[in-house]
């Protein structure tokens, strides 16, 4: 499959402060590419370049062939795009900042917006400055695919989104690749990259440290899970689990605290033998997944990067 996005050697420094080195990555015609990274690692800077929002201190950026500099304004025809943060009128209703949209790309088909709109549970009539973060990112995810463009830049598209327009998204995806088109997006989320992105590439403190496909991260995820049991904890019906790298037996004897590689199967399955008080399971931040999988690598991660790292995802059984 032809290449979409081409990127060789891209760079770009502010200053002394790191901005992304060397980065070189394909994106094929037709495929969801995830572009994971701890918040400050790079992605942003990454699609400001790709957008021509920034131009590269060296290396090359091209998309469909295009310079992605010199022919900025022929790639913007082929491309929707969600910025990180939206700066948009905040006197104008959501209908009206859609509309506006529209006749900059020549007209849009009013049947398949109403779809999009109403799929997200979005109220049009509200002007901008009323909507909630959730909000916002709706008429941002509104505004790029409306036009059903040949490609889709999203720049951590489902932040602020609740869990049942996360899931809507994520089929919104599904259907642009079903439809042959493009989509790349960023986030600091594993799971989402795992759920919805055929390849993925890895950024950390500016760099690139791999791209290969979406089964490859099972290598570097990782989860905190603590069971209480009603009775005295079964430590041993755990160490010799797959995936199962550390059990530890708190002092309350009923408690144990595991830290699990890959999917958590296993565990459920060998703690639904016996009878169970709660159960969590905890996703680390990713810069702490980093910390831990690149430890021997020789780098560490930049403060701010670890200041800035992603939320939490926990999921408690009661």
């Not at 201190?57 to 010199?70: M, R």
């Not at 609740?162 to 919104?172: G, I, T, V």
Request: aromatic letters at 6%; a negative charge; one cysteine or more.
């Amino acid at each position: 499959m032809a290449a979409i996005i081409e990127t060789r050697g891209l760079t770009k420094r502010y200053g002394a402060a790191r901005g992304i080195d060397d980065v070189t990555f394909d994106v094929s015609e037709g495929e969801v590419f995830g572009f994971l990274g701890p918040n400050g690692a790079g992605k942003t800077t990454t699609i400001r370049v790709l957008m021509a929002l920034l131009r590269a201190d060296a290396g090359t950026a091209q998309i469909a062939g295009l310079d992605c500099w010199q022919q900025s304004v022929e790639i913007k025809r082929l491309v929707g795009y969600l910025p990180g943060e939206l700066a948009l009128d905040s006197n104008l209703t959501g209908g009206q900042i859609l509309e506006y949209f529209g006749h900059l790309r020549g007209g849009v088909d009013q049947t398949y917006l109403k779809r999009l709109i109403d799929r997200l549970g979005l109220d049009p009539t509200r002007k901008f400055r009323q909507y909630s973060s959730g909000n916002k990112r709706k008429i941002g995810i509104v505004q790029a695919f409306m036009h059903r463009p040949r490609l889709l830049i999203l720049d951590e598209p489902t932040n602020g989104l609740d869990p049942l327009n996360q899931q809507e998204f994520d089929r919104m995806v599904r259907e642009v690749r079903d439809d042959g088109r493009t989509v790349l997006l960023s986030s600091h989320i594993l799971t989402e990259v795992e759920q919805t992105c055929d390849r993925v590439a890895i950024i950390r403190e500016g760099r690139l440290v791999r791209v290969g496909g979406v089964a490859e991260l099972k290598d570097i995820k990782r989860h905190d899970v603590t069971i209480t049991f009603a009775g005295t904890a079964p430590s041993d019906a755990f160490k010799a689990l797959d995936g199962v790298d550390q059990v530890e037996a708190l002092p309350d004897g009923r408690t144990l605290r595991l830290v699990v590689s890959g999917g958590l199967d296993g565990v459920i399955k060998a703690a639904a033998q016996h009878p169970i008080v709660t159960l969590t399971s905890q996703e680390p931040s990713l810069e702490d997944i980093f910390l831990r999988y690149y430890e021997g690598d020789g780098q560490t991660a930049g403060s701010q990067a670890a200041k800035e790292a992603s939320k939490e995802a926990s999921h408690v059984v009661h």
